[in-house]
T-cell receptor, first 111, second 115 residues
């Protein structure tokens, strides 16, 4: 059974700092991996999707990497801003149509 | 284009009551999903549908029922509500084909409390 773990559970940083969020998964036979953002009281918004054949994806200040063989992904946020404060969720899709989610990392960026 | 909409936003139920959570998407997606999210936890899949008339169980289906009579709508029915069903419920949809890279699009959620 696929399990997804995210470390740390919470992170507080000063504005402007570069930071890394970690995600690990137990079964490397994945189809893709996605990073989502969740704001309090809101639904999830997709940030980046990495196919199993890809090593990384970039969008603006965000960069996500994937090492399928080791079962790891990282989300790098450059020059963090208070508006980046949210919970970040990692999810993997296996050969089926289902996503398995981690518990998330709650990020607080202090002005 | 409203995306995925859910109603109601909030609801309080008494133990043993029943209710239906509504979900509608206007993106002509074939796949639809229901998740629940408990505090400090990730999302767990309750049920999903691959198209009108076809549904299947996810990880935590007990106490819930679904139907999919149209492409747009995917209601979730709670029968005999229990305190363990207190959670935030999210509906999502996606267009999935064999080599699709499409992500899932989420609704804003329904916060349900069972007392």
């Amino acid at each position: 059974k696929q399990e997804v773990t995210q470390i740390p559970a919470a992170l507080s940083v000063p504005e402007g700092e570069n930071l890394v969020l970690n995600c690990s998964f137990t079964d490397s036979a994945i189809y893709n991996l996605q990073w989502f953002r969740q704001d309090p009281g809101k639904g999830l918004t997709s940030l980046l999707l990495i196919q199993s054949s890809q090593r990384e994806q970039t969008s603006g200040r965000l960069n996500a990497s994937l090492d399928k063989s080791s079962g790891r992904s990282t989300l790098y946020i450059a020059a963090s801003q208070p508006g980046d404060s949210a919970t970040y969720l990692c999810a993997v899709r296996d050969g089926s149509e289902k996503l398995v989610f981690g518990k998330g990392t709650k990020l607080t960026v202090n002005p | 284009n409203a995306g995925v909409t859910q109603t109601p936003k909030f609801r309080i139920l008494k133990i043993g009551q029943s209710m239906t959570l509504q979900c509608t998407q206007d993106m002509n997606h074939n796949y639809m999903y229901w998740y629940r999210q408990d505090p400090g936890m990730g999302l767990k899949l309750i049920y999903y549908s691959v198209g009108a008339g076809i549904t299947d169980k996810g990880e935590v289906p007990n106490g819930y029922n679904v139907s999919r009579s149209t492409t747009e709508d995917f209601p979730l029915r709670l029968e005999l509500a229990a305190p363990s069903q207190t959670s935030v419920y999210f509906c999502a949809s996606s267009y999935l084909a064999r080599y699709s890279t499409d992500t899932q699009y989420f609704g804003p959620g329904t916060r349900l409390t069972v007392l």
